[in-house]
């Protein structure tokens, strides 16, 4: 299971309601702190869900590098 960090960027599989589906990880833990990069907007969401509805990270933040495709371990 991949370990997510405070500052990565994931794209998620359904976009938020201003169109844009990148978003920055602002907490971890049980609850995920999430940031729309378009609007701004800051949700919370469980764990569970955020892992099932996450498609992609594309910046990982302790390197600040873009993400590879192929670099996305999914857990089903």
């Known amino acids: 299971m991949r370990r997510y960090q405070l500052g990565d ?3 998620l599989k359904k ?12 907490r971890t833990g049980i609850d ?5 990069l378009g609007c701004g ?5 469980p764990r569970k869900k955020f892992e099932k509805r996450v498609k992609e990270v ?3 933040a302790n390197t600040g590098t873009v993400a590879e495709q192929g670099d996305l ?3 089903r």
């Open 9 to 11: 960027v994931v794209r």
């Open 32 to 36: 995920f702190g999430l940031k729309c």
């Open 73 to 75: 371990e999914t857990s």
């Open 58 to 60: 594309l910046v990982e």
């Open 15 to 26: 976009p938020h309601p201003c169109g844009d589906d990148r978003w920055e990880i602002t």
């Open 41 to 45: 907007r800051r949700v919370m969401i």
